[in-house]
C-alpha cells in the first residue's frame, strides 16, 4: 500500500468502481513422472487513487493459486488437453475470488465483488495455441 492519507479515508465498502482487475492464466504444466496436470491461474487488483491516473494505485494485491490434477484415461490427447486449457482455471477460480475476498474483507477494504467472468471463455482464449509444458522429470 501507498503512504497516502486517502488510503485511511476508504470506505469504498461493496463498491468496486475503483479496483482494477487483471486475470492471468499460466500455461499447465504436465510432470510426466506424476502423470499429472499442474494448473495455476492468478490476478492483479490495484486500487485506483482519486488524484488522477498519473499517480501510483493506494493498493496492490497479486494473488494467485496452483492445483495438481490427474485423468483416470478414457479421454483422447485432444479432450484431455481441452480440459486442461479450460476446466483447470475455472475449478481453480472461485478459490482464488473467495481468498481474494477474504483477504481484502480483514484488511479492511470490505467486501470486494468480482465481476462476473466466464472463465473457461478466457482460459480457452488465453490458452487456446498453448499446449501444457512437459516435465520429464520433478
Same mark, same amino acid.
Given at each position: 500500500?501507498?503512504?497516502?492519507?486517502?488510503?485511511?479515508?476508504?470506505?469504498?465498502?461493496?463498491?468496486?468502481?475503483?479496483?482494477?482487475?487483471?486475470?492471468?492464466?499460466?500455461?499447465?504444466?504436465?510432470?510426466?513422472?506424476?502423470? $499429472?496436470?499442474?494448473?495455476?491461474?492468478?490476478?492483479?487488483?490495484?486500487?485506483?487513487?482519486?488524484?488522477?491516473?498519473?499517480?501510483?494505485?493506494?493498493?496492490?494485491?497479486?494473488?494467485?493459486?496452483?492445483?495438481?490434477?490427474?485423468?483416470?484415461?478414457?479421454?483422447?490427447?485432444?479432450?484431455?488437453?481441452?480440459?486442461?486449457?479450460?476446466?483447470?482455471?475455472?475449478?481453480?477460480?472461485?478459490?482464488?475470488?473467495?481468498?481474494?475476498?477474504?483477504?481484502?474483507?480483514?484488511?479492511?477494504?470490505?467486501?470486494?465483488?468480482?465481476?462476473?467472468?466466464?472463465?473457461?471463455? $478466457?482460459?480457452?482464449?488465453?490458452?487456446?495455441?498453448?499446449?501444457?509444458?512437459?516435465?520429464?522429470?520433478?
Amino acid at each position: 500500500m501507498e503512504k497516502q492519507l486517502g488510503l485511511l479515508d476508504f470506505m469504498n465498502v461493496g463498491d468496486t468502481e475503483g479496483w482494477n482487475l487483471t486475470i492471468n492464466i499460466r500455461q499447465p504444466i504436465f510432470v510426466e513422472k506424476e502423470k $499429472v496436470y499442474v494448473s495455476g491461474i492468478g490476478c492483479k487488483l490495484e486500487l485506483k487513487s482519486s488524484v488522477g491516473e498519473e499517480t501510483p494505485p493506494l493498493a496492490r494485491l497479486n494473488a494467485s493459486i496452483s492445483g495438481k490434477f490427474s485423468t483416470e484415461g478414457g479421454f483422447s490427447v485432444e479432450q484431455e488437453e481441452s480440459l486442461v486449457r479450460t476446466q483447470m482455471p475455472a475449478i481453480l477460480f472461485p478459490y482464488l475470488r473467495g481468498a481474494v475476498t477474504s483477504f481484502l474483507a480483514n484488511a479492511g477494504f470490505g467486501p470486494f465483488i468480482f465481476p462476473l467472468i466466464n472463465m473457461q471463455e $478466457v482460459a480457452k482464449q488465453s490458452l487456446k495455441d498453448v499446449k501444457p509444458k512437459i516435465i520429464a522429470d520433478q
